[in-house]
């Protein structure tokens, strides 16, 4: 499979922005899609995912309650609504699809990344 990400761009500290993944296949053949983010000079880290169906989410602590991931099977994409972004929130964003984790190495395909930049 293969997935695009968009969505990224400059915000202000305090601001939103919404992530899109779009899949060239169904995406609910994966039992988990996931966020992931890369700040520079620093390791990929789990930023959020989603169950098959949805119903399933979790976040990283440093997102709970300002990020939302989001999934619709019938376009094959997977969201990430950001809100009350702050400045440690840049980075790049990868999405990816495999195995409903926290761990980056159970997601089979990513996408190619998209910059969120975060101005203080």
């Known amino acids: 499979v293969q997935l695009q990400a968009s969505g990224g761009g400059l915000a202000q500290a305090g601001g939103s922005l919404r992530l899109s993944c779009a899949a060239s296949?169904?995406?609910?053949?994966?039992?988990?899609m996931g966020w992931f983010r890369q700040a520079p000079g620093k390791l990929r880290v789990f930023v959020a995912a989603?169950?098959?169906?949805?119903?399933?989410?979790y976040y990283a602590d440093s997102v709970k309650g300002r990020f939302t991931i989001s999934r619709d099977n019938a376009k094959s994409t997977v969201y990430l609504q950001m809100n009350t972004l702050e400045p440690e929130d840049t980075a790049v964003y990868y999405c990816?699809?495999?195995?409903?984790?926290?761990?980056?190495?159970?997601?089979?395909?990513w996408g190619q990344g998209t910059l969120v930049t975060v101005s203080s």
């Open positions: 296949e169904r995406t609910d053949s994966y039992s988990g």
């Open positions: 990816a699809a495999g195995c409903l984790t926290t761990n980056p190495a159970s997601y089979l395909y």
């Open positions: 989603i169950g098959r169906s949805g119903e399933n989410t």
